[in-house]
Structure formats: C-alpha cells, structure tokens
C-alpha cells in the first residue's frame, strides 16, 4: 500500500511539473490552456501532442505550437519551485480544494495560483476595495474608515497592492485586526511598487497575497486589466472609493457587474475629476455608500452560510446575510437558531442556553431590526 502511495504522489507531482511548465509559456493565456487541458488527458498529453493535433484547438497556432513543443528552452520549472519554496509561497491549483469556488466559475480561471498566506472559508464575507492611484486626501481618509469597519465586522477586504486606494485599504484592514487578500498584476518576487514589499509581508501572515504570474514576471500595463477580474470574482460585493472616467477601478466594477455581484461607489464632490467615476456608477444603477451599514447591505443573502469565530461564549455562529455582521454575538447566536419555517421561543432558550428573559428582549431587538417576524406569540421565523 506504501509503494502505491509513493507513486501516486510521484504522478501528483509530475503532473503538477508539466501543468506549471504550460502556465509559465509565454503566449499561452488561461482560457487557452484551459482548452488545451479539456481536449487533451493531461498536461503531459499537451506536451508530447504533435502539431497537427495541437493546432486543431483553437486559438493555437504555428507560432504557439512551436512555443510548446521548445517549453523546456522558456521554462525553469526548477527555478520556480526553489523560489517559491524559499519564499513561503505555495501552488494553489485549480481542482484542489483550497482553490477558491469563487474564481474557479470564472470562463479564463487561472490552471494555478502562486500564493504567500492562504484562503479561508471566511473569505466568501469579502468585499474589494478599489480605487485610483493618485487618491485625494478625502479618498484617503474614506478607504481607511470603511477599511477598519469591515475589518471591525469580520469581512475580508480584498484589493490590488496599487498605490493609493488600494494601499490604504491595506493597511487599515491590518490595522482593525482584519484579514484582507492582496492580488498583483506581476510576480511575487517583483513587487509593485517596491515600497510595498513590508506590507506584502504582513498581509502574508494573516490574509493572502496572490498572482497567477511566475515569481519573476515583471508587472506589465496589460497585466492589471488581468488582475481586476480575480478581484471581482473573488469578492461578494466590489466597492469603488474614487475613480475618475478612465480608471482600472471601473474596469474591476464592470467585471464584478458582469459576475452578478453588487458594486458600491463612494460620492465625492461635483468638482473632483477623482469621483467623477463614482458618480457614473451611481448613475448607472451603482449603490451610493456612505456608511458600514451600506457596504454590508451590498454583501445580501449568502449562496451559503459562513461560520465566524466563536463568540464570548465560545459558540461558532454562523451569517447568512452581509447585515447580520452588524448584530452582536449574542443577537447573531439567536438568530441563527431561528429557521425560516418557524422555530417557538422555547426551543430557542433552550438550543442558546440562554434565560428566557434575555431571549425575548434579543428577538424584540431581532424584529425591529427586520431580521425576524412573529407567526404567533410563541413562534418566530426568519425573514
């Protein structure tokens, strides 16, 4: 049993060699491979492929043909694995577990992922925060408050590592004790900007920093537009804090748009060329966000509950709904033992251990708030 182990971690392994020798070809897009993949057994299939078979997917031609069947003279495979190994940084490939559900929907998703840090199940509560690079001092101040709100209500906030917005979303994630989730537009040895290298680090320990670039690739204009759309997949909610008309920030909300998630924009004044973005989104059917409360309300139902930490008396709870985050631990406790169809009060005091007195204040609280309605005096469902 041992030697059929060892060979299947063996196969496990060159499949992973030949997979990460196709991701690093220059030329060969996601959606492309992806093709390939589908058409062909496996990533050593596409290698050994003659070129009258490899030619007959589309979207390779002559010049890819020949890129493929030279891949050993483009590809140190050995050099990408001793660096990410001597970096903390692991393959996240598409098909195992951990790779996000979120970004594996997306048509173009990308074979692997090089990630410093990790994803967690706590990441589907997740909002992008986006914006220009050469932010104003009210964008600024903005994208920190919001930042540590969420930060504050346990939502993982996600952005770019871009100057500006993006940094300062970052930071203050960081500095509420939150978890936020950094995605570049080049490798993870090729910081961009350099000066951001410390806060890559720190985002690494307890969130993620991701590329689906080689640890060497340089940061390239064509590369961001790439970048935004795993932004917008793989957060709930996007919201843009100051853009002007020809901003990435724009090109991230038509995406998440496109995905069916909600998109956010922070108004600014009439005047400032840096909001005049927000104020086309808004035009446009985007949600004017002021405040917390408005950003959670962007995250609605979700697909699946999330379970959070443990509350004060160690209990995991569980949120179905981005507005939920605003209820204290013991408002969220009760509420997640009221089912849809309809639970009675006694059977609530007793799945909560808690008096019964407190119970009926906390669904009194519950009610007012619009989380619940009474079916009786003795029965309450979730709304």
Request: hydrophobic content about 40%.
């Amino acid at each position: 049993m041992q030697r059929s182990n060892d060979r299947d971690d063996a196969t496990r392994e060159d499949d992973l060699r030949d997979l990460l020798q196709l991701v690093l070809l220059p030329g060969l897009g996601p959606r492309t491979l992806t093709e390939l993949l589908r058409v062909f057994d496996s990533p050593a299939e596409v290698l050994r492929a003659d070129g009258a078979k490899l030619k007959s997917v589309s979207g390779i031609g002559d010049k890819l043909v020949h890129t493929i069947q030279t891949s050993a003279d483009h590809v140190d495979v050995d050099d990408v694995l001793h660096w990410c190994e001597h970096h903390e940084a692991h393959l996240v490939v598409r098909g195992d577990d951990d790779y996000p559900e979120s970004i594996d929907q997306l048509d173009d998703a990308p074979p692997i992922l090089f990630v410093q840090g990790d994803f967690r199940a706590t990441d589907l509560v997740s909002v992008a925060i986006v914006g220009t690079r050469h932010a104003t001092p009210y964008g600024l101040q903005q994208s920190r408050r919001l930042a540590i709100d969420l930060a504050n209500a346990g939502v993982t906030v996600i952005s770019g590592m871009a100057r500006g917005i993006d940094t300062s979303a970052h930071r203050a994630t960081l500095e509420g004790g939150g978890r936020t989730i950094a995605f570049l537009g080049g490798g993870l040895g090729r910081m961009y900007p350099a000066e951001n290298q410390s806060l890559a680090d720190q985002i690494s320990a307890s969130g993620a920093v991701v590329s689906e670039y080689a640890p060497f690739a340089k940061p390239k204009s064509g590369c961001f537009p790439q970048r935004n759309r795993l932004i917008a997949a793989m957060s709930a909610a996007t919201l843009v804090i100051e853009a002007p008309t020809r901003s990435g920030a724009l090109i991230t909300a038509r995406l998440a748009s496109e995905l069916g998630r909600n998109v956010g924009a922070l108004p600014g004044s009439v005047v400032s060329r840096s909001s005049r973005g927000c104020h086309e989104l808004i035009r446009d059917g985007a949600t004017l966000v002021q405040h917390i409360d408005d950003v959670l309300e962007l995250l609605g139902p979700m697909a699946t509950s999330v379970s959070t930490v443990a509350d004060e008396l160690d209990h995991d709870v569980e949120v179905r709904a981005g507005r939920e985050l605003l209820l204290n631990d013991i408002e969220r406790r009760v509420l997640a033992a009221v089912d849809v169809q309809g639970t009675s009060i006694d059977a609530l005091t007793s799945a909560c251990d808690l008096p019964a007195s407190r119970v009926a204040a906390v669904l009194s609280i519950l009610e007012v708030k619009s989380h619940i309605r009474r079916l009786s005096g003795q029965y309450v469902a979730r709304v």
